[in-house]
T-cell receptor, first 110, second 115 residues
Framework: GEDVEQSLFLSVREGDSSVINCTYT??????LYWYKQEPGAGLQLLTY?????DMKQDQRLTVLLNKKDKHLSLRIADTQTGDSAIYFC??????????FGTGTRLTVIP | GAVVSQHPSRVICKSGTSVKIECRSL??????MFWYRQFPKQSLMLMAT?????????EQGVEKDKFLINHASLTLSTLTVTSAHPEDSSFYIC???????????FGSGTRLTVV
């Protein structure tokens, strides 16, 4: 199956950019997702990218995909304290499969 | 659109009792729903895939007799934790997808505590 990996922790200062990285192993993954989980809540879909795209930008969020290296990143510009959460990367190699990374806990320091 | 409602959000039960968790797709039909379990400080673990009108598909290591899944309609799947034990205490999350470009929508999760 797919193996999705992320670093566990990231700390940034308020106003700086955050970059959360993710690697995956299955090159047939067609959809790649970023989810946000706030304490006590379910996952919130932030954005996604198709495997035939290199970049996708949505307001403060920029997703970069390096398909050759199977590397996905999420950049949050002007990080705010409200961005503190766990961010999950997920890869979908098939219609009914979704594999999550371990999640990266982002801490924003005021 | 693409809202998934999960109920209850929190439940405390005694050891040996059973607990039912509901997952509803509010504005779309879902022939397939997924049940996940989240362990502390870890990612979600896919437990089973719930298929409307047929038996659920369980992931390796998940006891199907303990975690009963029923997907009786296109908008409702239920997970019943039978004869619950403290080690079943966890955060359970369901998800579904309308298909196409919507990706997966998750319920708000159920925090189960078995005492």
């Amino acid at each position: 199956g797919e193996d999705v990996e992320q670093s566990l922790f990231l700390s940034v200062r308020e106003g700086d950019s955050s970059v959360i990285n993710c690697t995956y192993t299955d090159s047939s993954s067609t959809y790649l997702y970023w989810y946000k989980q706030e304490p006590g809540a379910g996952l919130q879909l932030l954005t996604y990218i198709f495997s035939n795209m290199d970049m996708k930008q949505d307001q403060r969020l920029t997703v970069l995909l390096n398909k050759k290296d199977k590397h996905l990143s999420l950049r949050i510009a002007d990080t705010q304290t409200g961005d503190s959460a766990i961010y999950f990367c997920a890869a979908s190699p098939g219609a009914n499969n979704l594999f999550f990374g371990t999640g990266t806990r982002l801490t924003v320091i005021p | 659109g693409a809202v998934v409602s999960q109920h209850p959000s929190r439940v405390i039960c005694k050891s040996g009792t059973s607990v039912k968790i509901e997952c509803r797709s509010l504005d779309f039909q879902a022939t397939t729903m997924f049940w996940y379990r989240q362990f502390p400080k870890q990612s979600l673990m896919l437990m089973a895939t719930s298929n409307e009108g047929s038996k659920a598909t369980y992931e390796q290591g998940v006891e199907k007799d303990k975690f009963l899944i029923n997907h009786a309609s296109l908008t409702l799947s239920t997970l019943t934790v039978t004869s619950a034990h403290p080690e079943d205490s966890s955060f359970y999350i369901c998800s579904a997808s309308p298909g196409g470009n919507y990706g997966y929508t998750f319920g708000s999760g159920t925090r189960l505590t078995v005492v």
